[in-house]
């Protein structure tokens, strides 16, 4: 009995000095990193910004509006679906509001629901953008469809027929609205569609717009490629252009990526501001190339948006995070990564993140997390 004693006793030892070291080398790689977003990032609430009950949640988007009031629009999808499909064939963005810009954020209404089958983004809308800009609301968001009868959990694999339709039919689209709450009017055709011997014949996807001062509008976006096999190509991000939110919109840099698995690297989730020094993105590490931390964060800059230098001090964020009551966790996933201004600062940096060990398939939960940034 004692050594059953013993043995547990430094087991717990072990874990406990393990789990010691990770949290004094995150606190450690946050003091001593120069990079502007890491080495300010604040201790995360325990309480989801936002959470909701029966459903997979996913990307979000914040905006302040009139009244005092922060609106949230958020990816949703039913958990009678696996997670990885099932944002690709049954996701809705939903509107939820907070009077704190770090919520947490209560569910109000569905901005854009499944509209049928007929319509480009009539299945699946994901991964939304939101713009207020001359007293109307925009929503830049992905958007799929497919022709079939409703997936059950075991039907819907990557293999099956809703994934390998609705992943071919992604693209990117916009509606507009005179107040947050609706009604959203939908564009009956997407503003980046797939164009034929490009980086993005396949799909195009997880756009990321800066509107800046004139009105014209700066997106990078994600692309793949039909391959010869019938299959399609690894991911990258472009970089279009439009003269107004609406568009029309042109891919730039001679229709080629920015980002590639030949060039920069893969990259996904990309989050792009402008600022007096000029562009800025950040996204996700997807294969742990700049930052040695597959799914941390990267930041990288551009004077014109095509032409990007991955930041000195590249780690931007990690999938550990410092929580508000003292623990340093591991999440699941981190993605989709939003910063939110107040007065041209970043104050704000929301996550969809879930739990388990990674991978999709190994969670049990999602929600939108919110990490307060340092003033400086």
């Not at 793949?224 to 690894?234: L, Q």
Request: hydrophobic letters at 35%; proline letters at 7%; charged letters at 25%.
């Amino acid at each position: 009995m004692k050594k059953i004693f013993y043995t547990l006793l430094l087991g717990g030892f072990l874990t406990a000095n393990v789990y010691s070291q990770k949290i004094d080398n995150l606190l450690e790689l946050k003091e001593k990193s120069k990079n502007e977003l890491f080495h300010n990032l604040g201790k995360a609430p325990r309480t989801p910004a936002f959470q909701c009950e029966g459903y997979w949640v996913w990307g979000s988007s914040v905006i302040q509006g009139d009244g005092g009031k922060y609106h949230m629009y958020v990816s949703r999808f039913p958990k009678s679906l696996p997670f990885h499909p099932g944002w690709m064939v049954a996701s809705e963005i939903v509107h939820a509001i907070s009077l704190t810009p770090e919520g947490p954020y209560k569910f109000s209404d569905v901005a854009l629901p499944a509209r049928g089958a007929q319509y480009w983004d009539g299945r699946s809308t994901h991964n939304p953008r939101i713009f207020k800009y001359n007293h109307k609301y925009y929503l830049i968001y992905m958007g799929s469809t497919h022709p079939f009868e409703e997936p059950s959990y075991e039907e819907l694999t990557l293999d099956s027929k809703w994934c390998i339709v609705g992943r071919a039919n992604k693209r990117v689209g916009l509606a507009v609205a005179d107040s947050p709450y609706g009604p959203w009017k939908r564009l009956d055709e997407p503003i980046l569609k797939t164009e034929p011997n490009t980086f993005y014949s396949y799909l195009t996807s997880n756009p990321s717009p800066v509107v800046r001062k004139d009105g014209s509008v700066l997106m990078i976006f994600k692309g793949r490629a039909h391959t010869e096999n019938g299959g399609y190509s690894n991911m990258a991000l472009g970089i279009a252009s439009a003269p107004s939110i609406e568009g029309p919109y042109t891919v730039q840099n001679d229709k080629k990526p920015i980002f590639q698995v030949e060039g920069q690297g893969e990259a996904e989730d990309p989050f792009l501001w402008e600022d007096e020094r000029g562009f800025h993105i950040i996204f996700k590490d997807h294969v742990a190339k700049f930052t040695g931390e597959k799914g941390g964060g990267v930041m990288a800059h551009s004077q014109d948006g095509i032409n990007w230098i991955v930041d000195e001090d590249a780690k931007a964020y990690s999938r550990t995070v410092e929580l508000e009551d003292g623990n340093v966790e591991m999440q699941g996933q981190l993605e989709r990564p939003f910063l939110f201004f107040e007065n041209g600062v970043p104050a704000y940096v929301f996550f969809a993140t879930m739990d388990g060990p990674g991978g999709f398939e190994n969670a049990t939960k999602s929600w939108n997390m919110v990490i307060p940034i340092k003033k400086k």
